[in-house]
């Protein structure tokens, strides 16, 4: 396993009516703006009008020439909705115009381009994608990556930059061919080094001769024999082994993560990276038997873009250009969450920074700072759903996502389910670029929490006014249930909370939302999630029957760089036998006559400019009307009023005085 350790203790939508359309393949095609077309679909505002209606067919032509446009045909679609055949494809700023001016007839509630779908799941270029089932949707875990990237490709809605994505790690190898440095066509950006020495003018942790600078390049991690006799080391566990006590490897730890996240996708040459186009920005604070916590929360602060104070053994690195909106943190220690990680942790929740973290390996509770409030820590699932062994678990997991497992192999076979990526060849120092596979097999905690970071990265692309909660708030409430059974015989437990450190539940269980976080990381259904207007709907107060009630939706929002086009207010259901008369109820704002008394549930649909839905339903209880009070009632009946008798009585008073005032003079 492959999940590294901080130096504590040092251990390794729905779819829209028109233009959004599911076929046998899954998935979700975006409507693009403008797109050449000789048909166009649009709604009217008029109810029950039919083709055969000759009235009718003179007023569809007419919108057409309105909209400077001759029709060739039209043909009824159900719903108020027409399909409208042009004499000529149309494109660019005239279908724009066309457009925009069948919009703004006032017999049009909305119109948009005719366009052609497929069976629309992004299949890259990449040699080895075929391979990275945990990307796509053949297993129950699988993230499904794949049918995110027909909305968003890791470019932001609005800046049209791509999103950055921090790896907070070993470093990583500039001279992979699927990384690469983004100043040549690549993913990577500069970075910067922050481990620093053991001790004065002790860098054998770095390995790279000094402290902190501006190379984070991977220089290798691995612990010899001389490093564990080293004095350094006295008393810390860094070796493998089960006393951590025997030479290891290098891991190329921080390669690993950043291939899954952001290789270069669709480039014919090796994997494609969850978060497409995101750029990766390397920040090395783990090296030889781990880092410290000091590192990792100078390196929290600059890759967040926050100052950073001049240190007093070395210069202050310069203030990152390139300020990261994920934070991608595969490293932990056991333990509650320190202080000094919340502390950090909202300063960059605070400058709008989503933090993932990593579970960790023990089959136990969740590390730190994965349990830290505001980050999102991620479990790790077998490809069949269920918890994978090694993983922590409790409250604290926010999601799961596949993690890597091997089913059962014997010797020498194949680890069927690992999670390929990039990384070097080399055992210690770096030899030269490669890739892991069923043979040089990837599991750990590690890397199903840079799923969930990428996952993170293509939900604020496509909608970037969304704050970190939102953005966890999102990718929990699109998440898939958890199977509740398991193909492995004997049928493992269930999983359970874990009462403290030494319950460790280290085999396969069936996990539970609240155990294992909210579901399995949906990738595809979040970010249709996030891309979808919101529709917000008021009215009401004191509600009588047979008087008119006025609606409001003009509170409804799209997301950034879209725009809510239409409003259909609906009747969804009423008391037997009565009815709702609405008025305007394609407009934003509309009324409603509820006609008896009783509870009446009405729906606002909304649709924005790229045919993206979403509907709230508002629910108003008419009451009676008030009936006249019997002491203001005249006529009939001798009633009263006691308006008059005041009146009356103030009189004779009157006329008492009066008398009794001339009686005396």
Not at 127 to 141: F, I, N, P, R
Not at 574 to 599: D, E, F, M, R, Y
Not at 615 to 644: D, K, N, Q
Request: with cysteine.
């Amino acid at each position: 396993m492959n999940t590294l350790r901080i130096a504590r203790i040092c251990r390794p939508a729905s779819a829209a009516l028109l233009a959004t359309v599911t076929l046998c393949c899954g998935g979700w095609a975006q409507a693009a703006p403008a797109e050449p077309t000789d048909r166009i679909i649009v709604q009217w505002r008029s109810a029950n009008q039919t083709v055969a209606d000759e009235q009718f067919d003179t007023q569809v032509r007419a919108s057409g020439r309105r909209a400077g446009v001759a029709l060739r045909a039209h043909r009824a679609l159900g719903g108020n909705l027409h399909v409208l055949q042009l004499d000529a494809v149309t494109q660019g700023a005239a279908l724009d115009q066309v457009l925009a001016t069948l919009r703004s007839d006032p017999q049009v509630a909305m119109a948009v381009p005719d366009r052609r779908v497929h069976a629309n799941v992004t299949m890259p270029g990449d040699s080895l994608y075929a391979k990275q089932w945990y990307l796509q949707a053949q297993e129950v875990a699988a993230i499904r990556a794949n049918m995110a990237w027909d909305f968003t490709k890791g470019i932001g809605a609005v800046s049209g930059i791509p999103v950055v994505v921090a790896v907070l790690d070993t470093g990583v190898r500039f001279d992979h061919p699927d990384l690469r440095r983004a100043a040549a066509g690549g993913k990577l950006l500069p970075g910067y080094d922050f481990v620093s020495a053991d001790k004065p003018g002790n860098f054998t942790s770095a390995n790279d001769g000094d402290g902190w600078d501006t190379d984070p390049s991977d220089p290798g991690d691995f612990i010899s024999a001389a490093d564990l006799a080293n004095p350094v080391y006295t008393g810390k566990k860094c070796g493998a082994g089960t006393n951590n006590d025997q030479p290891t490897s290098s891991s190329w730890h921080g390669t690993r993560v950043s291939g899954l996240i952001g290789a270069d996708t669709n480039n014919g040459l090796g994997i494609a990276g969850a978060a497409y186009n995101v750029r990766i920005l390397p920040v090395r604070v783990l090296g030889k038997c781990g880092g410290y916590d000091s590192d990792v929360i100078a390196g929290l602060y600059w890759a967040a873009g926050l100052s950073i104070p001049p240190p007093l053994l070395s210069g202050a690195p310069a203030a990152n250009p390139n300020p990261a909106q994920v934070i991608n943190l595969s490293l932990g220690g056991v333990g509650s969450c320190p202080a000094t990680y919340n502390t950090v942790i909202q300063d960059l929740t605070n400058k709008g920074v989503v933090v993932v973290a990593s579970a960790g390996n023990e089959g136990g509770p969740v590390d730190a700072p994965a349990n830290c409030a505001g980050v999102l820590g991620v479990g790790g699932l077998r490809h069949i759903g269920t918890k994978v062994g090694y993983s922590n678990l409790g409250t604290e997991v926010g999601i799961s996502a596949p993690a890597g497992n091997c089913v059962l192999t014997g010797a020498g076979d194949p680890c069927l389910f690992s999670l390929d990526t990039t990384t070097d060849s080399g055992s210690t120092v770096p030899v030269g670029p490669t890739y892991t596979d069923q043979y040089r097999s990837n599991v750990g905690t590690s890397f199903s929490a840079p799923l969930a970071a990428a996952a993170a990265g293509l939900v604020m692309a496509a909608n970037p006014v969304l704050s970190p909660s939102q953005v966890i708030a999102r990718l929990k409430a699109s998440a898939r249930a958890f199977p509740t059974t398991s193909t492995t015989t004997p049928a493992p437990p269930a999983c359970h909370l874990p009462v403290d450190s030494k319950d460790i539940q280290g085999s396969e269980c069936i996990c539970a939302a609240g155990i294992c976080g909210a579901g399995m990381l949906d990738v595809g259904a979040a970010v249709a999630l996030a891309t979808k207007p919101t529709a917000v709907a008021t009215g009401g107060g004191g509600v009588i029957a047979g008087q008119s009630v006025a609606l409001d939706a003009s509170g409804s929002t799209a997301v950034a760089g879209h725009k809510v086009i239409t409003y259909i207010w609906s009747v969804v259901s009423s008391p037997a036998g009565a009815t709702a008369t609405l008025t305007n109820g394609s407009s934003a704002k509309a009324s409603v006559v509820l006609n008896q008394t009783g509870s009446y549930t009405l729906r606002v649909t909304i649709t924005d400019d790229f045919a993206l839905t979403d509907a709230v339903e508002l629910t108003l209880t008419a009451a009676a009307a008030p009936t006249p009070s019997s002491s203001s009632s005249s006529g009939g009946g001798g009633s009263f009023s006691p308006w008059l008798l005041l009146l009356l009585t103030g009189f004779i008073l009157l006329r008492g005085w009066r008398s009794l005032r001339h009686g005396n003079s």
